[in-house]
T-cell receptor, first 108, second 115 residues
């Protein structure tokens, strides 16, 4: 079983839509969690860390559910520039495990 | 300021040849990570360094892969006797300290193609 699993998508949504991605992880002892964004043929960049109490950064909201071992990312009021692949990342004892990513296409 | 840099940006080699990939982390970053990403796949963790030491090498796919870091800065990933399945983008990342919550900053990657 993979350490981190994500729905590969693609999620095709119109501008202004709200879209949510989930990610599950297998190790209940995982210590920290992140969402990274990766544009086509570019390196990943940190979008936001995910805290136990949930956290928000502008249009982006991240949630962590330790009991069910999943994290989520909610994007409100989608912009064309949000089109990218979103990578779920889990840290276990200083090893970082990346999901294979969820592709988002925001259409005009 | 300067980010993480990697060289070469692209490398095409013949099966059986050795290749060296270089990573220059952000100045002052003590932790350095190597990953590889095959087409359409997620990142596969290879190895990390804290300073010049690599406490965990279990992510390296085979004994053809090795990495070193000198002076707490530049790191080199060496692949000996390359195989076609080694073709991927090799990404390097650095972070300020080796803490679970620390952001990793990625370099642009080296795209390796083994013919």
């Amino acid at each position: 079983r993979k350490e981190v699993e994500q729905d590969p998508g693609p999620f095709n949504v119109p501008e202004g839509a709200t879209v949510a991605f989930n990610c599950t992880y297998s190790n209940s002892a995982s210590q920290s969690f992140f969402w990274y964004r990766q544009d086509c043929r570019k390196e990943p960049k940190l979008l936001m860390s995910v805290y136990s109490s949930g956290n928000e950064d502008g249009r982006f909201t991240a949630q962590l559910n330790r009991a069910s071992q999943y994290i989520s990312l909610l994007i409100r009021d989608s912009k064309l520039s949000d089109s990218a692949t979103y990578l779920c990342v889990v840290n276990n004892f200083n090893k970082f495990y990346f999901g294979s990513g969820t592709k988002l296409n925001v259409k005009p | 300021g300067a980010g993480v840099s990697q060289s070469p940006s692209n490398k095409v080699t013949e099966k059986g040849k050795d290749v060296e990939l270089r990573c220059d982390p952000i100045s002052g970053h003590t932790a350095l990570y190597w990953y590889r990403q095959s087409l359409g796949q997620g990142l596969e963790f290879l190895i990390y360094f804290q300073g010049n030491s690599a406490p965990d090498k279990s992510g390296l796919p085979s004994d053809r892969f090795s990495a070193e870091r000198t002076g707490g800065s530049v790191s080199t990933l060496t692949i000996q006797r390359t195989q076609q399945e080694d073709s991927a983008v090799y990404l390097c990342a650095s972070s300020l300290v080796r803490l679970a919550g620390n952001e990793q900053f990625f370099g642009p990657g080296t795209r390796l193609t083994v013919l």
